[in-house]
């Protein structure tokens, strides 16, 4: 079975601090995605890699960037952590184009 | 950006009774695909439809794709309790990324 993980279901951080979200899949899958999910407004896309050291931003980028040095691991990053980011972080994997995409549990983020 | 519309957002029916979650867009998409999520976990794959017009049927869940492959629907029938939970269709675009609409939260009630 394929499986992503994520390395925090909850995670709590202080207004201004760095903040990593690690994700690590294991299905030597091409692509890898970051969503975050808010009530009534589904999953939005922060970032996707299609490739080691490729990255593309998604619809919501701002204040985010992403790593990707090893296929097999995408690290989410919030150079300095606001209020408006305390959300749920989604991370996912795919193979390739049209292809299902494989879920992570999430981590629920709370920034005070 | 490719906008995903899904319809309704809300839906609250009683056992036994039929239902259809539209997902519409302005865009053409390679494929789209029908996710359920319940809480605390993340979205699982339900179907993945990539041609214009076709239909696919997951015992009583039918899905189908729009002619023009900008819009999918999902009819569910004879819904029960255990379909309770949160519906996201998502579509592909030529770049390979993965857009979400903004989800069909759906409670069937005993």
């Known amino acids: 079975d394929v499986k992503v993980t994520q390395s925090s279901r909850y995670l709590v951080k202080r207004t201004g601090e760095k903040v990593f979200l690690e994700c690590v899949q294991d299905?030597?899958?091409?692509?890898m995605f970051w969503y975050r999910q808010d009530p009534g407004l589904g999953l939005r896309l922060i970032y996707f890699?299609?490739?080691?050291?490729?990255?593309e931003k998604g619809d919501i980028p701002e204040g985010y960037s992403v790593s990707r040095e090893k296929k097999e691991r995408f690290s989410l990053i919030l150079e300095s952590a606001s209020t408006n980011q305390t959300s749920m972080y989604l991370c996912?994997?795919?193979?390739?184009?049209?292809?299902?995409?494989?879920f992570g549990q999430g981590t629920r983020l709370t920034v005070v | 950006t490719q906008l995903l519309e899904q319809s309704p957002q809300f839906l609250s029916i009683q056992e036994g009774e039929n239902l259809t979650v539209y997902c519409n867009s302005s865009?053409?998409?390679?494929?789209l695909q029908w996710y359920r999520q319940e809480p605390g976990e993340g979205p699982v794959l339900l179907v993945t439809?990539?041609?214009?017009?076709e239909v696919k049927k997951l015992k009583r869940l039918t899905f189908q794709f729009g002619d023009a492959r900008k819009d999918s629907s999902l009819h569910i029938t004879a819904a029960q309790p255990g379909d309770t939970g949160l519906y996201l269709c998502?579509?592909?675009?030529?770049?390979?990324?993965?857009?979400f609409g903004g989800g069909t939260r759906l409670m069937v009630k005993p």
């Open positions: 996912a994997s795919s193979l390739g184009r049209d292809s299902e995409a494989f």
């Open positions: 299905m030597d899958h091409e692509n």
């Open positions: 890699s299609y490739d080691v050291k490729m990255k």
């Open positions: 865009s053409v998409f390679s494929s």
């Open positions: 439809v990539v041609t214009g017009g």
């Open positions: 998502a579509g592909h675009n030529a770049g390979n990324m993965l857009t």
